[in-house]
């Protein structure tokens, strides 16, 4: 471990052109062959079409994933100047106040390692100094290497690996040259993963495949990202402080950027994890599987953050390829669901926002929703993503137990089943290095309507996202039959809500006992798919009954947070979850039915118009012989003649018989 770290900006401005080297790149070689594909059809004739259209969409998700590919490393470029700017000025203002310093020792300017006005805290240089930059100007951090992108360098991304998307026109990944060279001179290393207890040294560069974090806007979701590597904060989260102008890679949501390659929770749970793991035995050459720690240290820390949830089963994959590893994780509840109160590292993923690149030819793409065992959803994933982007599946956890088909299929992955909850690391609380569900898998028009929401009409907005789910369900979810009887709770619950009126607590507590009564019925409904082969799954209309249920526990979640004191974080829950309903795949949203009142009824004037009389009130024996429920037109009112007769009440004119011929008298 070093002393002291040494980072000299010419090196920070010297990655940064090789950034807008490669995103240049990556923009050309992004772009789809329009002339080949316009002389398709004239050379293989339209019964082609389909292979055609199949392409297009191919390159179409191409170019979308090159340009966020292209972007990050334009931004991850800024970011780097912007860094060696911060330092270059730190370190001149340090000098200045230093060498003032010095010409009062002993006397009121204090003595050695006193703290310098204005630069906070001295900071030591020792090793036990994992960052060693001094504070910036009014006391806040300058740290001279560059903020975190959005996502860790490394990222191996489907996105741009699927159908050899993840390697340029030579066969190397995009902005990478033959052996690992990134453009530049600058050699690349990945698929390693750096130990926990160790920090970046001078000019260490992001690596040339890094990828958004956060979702694109309709385009490519987060993928998982290299293990140990920076954090960035790129995730929209909107609630830290603003109180003073974000910039750089967090000016999406003000909260502190964790300085590239220093510990993070997460990292120093999985060194502990690691040394614990080895402690048993310190058997000489006897190795530890690092991604099988990774992944318990995970799936340990995700149910002890969420115990007592009723029913769902948890499991963690880590998958590697030329990139690095991603690690992904899923639920057995719906797609993936992931609970409010949980917040996962960023370079976490999950298998749900991959649909669009797993799917072919409009097939289903993720036909795994239902299925009870989510270590074989990972599995599965594993599979259809590795083909795509070079990765292989290393280790699977999971809090169930493993199937011992699964196992035996696949012999060279570490699994291991009956996972305990863990107390190294704690996800019930929010750290630069994580996010919410939210952040995790919210689009970006998602997180902009959060955004776009004022502190005054959070609450407000709480409410109609619950009405609107509770709603849709209920018009769409048709011969669903509701056992738990949610749906009359939440009537009598949002009907009071929506007046502006308190509900008593008895009444959250029984929708909170409604709601595990479902979550114990969906037990039965999940499928096992023990006995299928792998990549043979198919899964849809059989759980039909299973996604209403679903569904309805969504709307029970919605419900439950206007009970909650309304702030950003209950308004990111009540997003997270309504988009788990409406933006499902096999969510149809039927029409609200329409009504006519009777403010809709056309009254003509009573004078000037031709055919139309008047009403005439009816008394005596006709009208005693209107029928006590009759429909009639509202009183001084003229209404249209009835077609085949006369209007209601108009006079017969009188018509005169003829006369009646008289024969002459003999």
């Not at 990828?211 to 998982?224: K, M």
């Not at 690691?274 to 995700?302: R, W």
């Amino acid at each position: 471990m070093p002393d002291w770290l040494d980072i000299d900006p010419a090196v920070l401005r010297q990655l940064a052109g090789q950034h807008d080297q490669v995103a240049a790149e990556t923009r050309e070689w992004a772009q789809p062959p329009s002339e080949w594909l316009a002389n398709f059809e004239p050379t293989y004739g339209k019964i082609a079409n389909p292979v055609k259209e199949a392409l297009e969409r191919y390159y179409d998700a191409r170019l979308r994933a090159g340009e966020a590919l292209a972007r990050e490393h334009e931004q991850t470029a800024a970011s780097l100047r912007e860094s060696a700017d911060a330092y270059e000025r730190t370190d001149a203002e340090a000098a200045v106040s230093v060498s003032g310093s010095g010409e009062n020792i002993g006397g009121p300017g204090g003595t050695f390692g006193d703290p310098v006005p204005g630069l906070g805290a001295p900071i030591s240089a020792g090793p036990n100094n994992q960052v060693g930059i001094p504070g910036g100007p009014n006391g806040s951090s300058a740290s001279p290497l560059p903020p975190s992108s959005p996502t860790p360098p490394g990222q191996m991304d489907p996105a741009v690996a699927a159908n050899g998307g993840g390697q340029g026109p030579s066969g190397a990944a995009p902005g990478q040259g033959q052996n690992g060279v990134v453009p530049g001179g600058t050699t690349a290393t990945p698929g390693t993963v750096p130990p926990a207890e160790h920090t970046a040294g001078a000019g260490a560069a992001p690596a040339a495949g890094a990828v958004s974090g956060g979702p694109g806007a309709g385009t490519v979701p987060p993928g998982g990202a290299l293990i140990g590597g920076p954090l960035g904060a790129g995730s929209g989260d909107d609630r830290g402080s603003t109180t003073t102008p974000p910039s750089g890679a967090n000016a999406q949501d003000g909260a502190p950027v964790p300085v590239v390659g220093a510990p993070t929770p997460f990292n120093s749970a999985v060194a502990s994890a690691k040394d614990q793991e080895a402690e048993p035995a310190y058997i000489v050459g006897d190795a530890v599987n690092e991604d099988l720690v990774i992944a318990k240290t995970l799936l340990g820390a995700v149910l002890a953050a969420t115990d007592g949830a009723v029913g769902i089963t948890w499991a963690v994959a880590v998958l590697r390829g030329p990139a690095g590893a991603g690690l992904f994780i899923t639920s057995n509840e719906g797609r993936g669901w992931l609970p409010a109160g949980l917040f996962l590292p960023r370079q976490v993923s999950t298998p749900w926002l991959w649909d669009e690149l797993l799917g072919a030819d409009g097939d289903t793409a993720a036909p795994w929703e239902g299925i009870s065992d989510p270590a074989r959803i990972l599995v599965e994933f594993g599979r259809a993503w590795g083909a795509k982007a070079n990765a292989v599946l290393s280790a699977v956890a999971s809090s169930g137990p493993i199937d011992p088909g699964l196992r035996s299929r696949l012999s060279e992955v570490a699994m291991q089943g009956l996972v305990e909850p863990g107390s190294d690391l704690d996800l019930r609380v929010v750290t630069p290095d994580t996010t919410d569900r939210l952040g995790l898998t919210g689009s970006v028009p998602a997180l902009e309507s959060v955004a776009a929401v004022p502190d005054v009409q959070v609450h407000t907005r709480c409410v109609e996202l619950a009405l609107d789910a509770h709603a849709q369900v209920g018009r769409s979810v048709l011969g669903h039959f509701d056992t738990s009887g949610s749906r009359a709770l939440r009537d009598r619950i949002l009907a009071r809500v929506e007046v502006g009126e308190d509900v008593p607590q008895s009444w959250w507590e029984e929708l909170r006992d409604a709601d595990d009564l479902l979550a114990a019925a969906m037990i039965s409904q999940r499928v096992d798919v023990g006995r299928v082969d792998l990549g043979a799954i198919r899964v849809d209309d059989e759980v039909n009954a299973l996604r209403a249920m679903v569904w309805d526990r969504r709307c029970n979640e919605l419900v439950a947070l206007l009970a909650e004191e309304p702030n950003r974080q209950v308004l990111r829950d009540a997003v997270y979850a309504h988009h788990e309903i409406l933006d499902h795949p096999s969510f149809v949203a039927a029409p609200a039915a329409v009504a006519a009142g009777t403010e809709d009824q056309v009254v003509r004037p009573a004078g000037g118009v031709s055919g139309v009389s008047a009403p005439v009130e009816q008394t005596g024996a006709a009208a005693e012989s209107a029928p006590p429920n009759a429909v009639g037109p509202p009183p001084g009112a003229v209404a249209a003649p009835e077609a085949g007769g006369p209007p209601r009440g108009a006079m017969p004119p009188s018509v005169t018989p003829p006369p009646e011929s008289r024969g002459t008298s003999s």
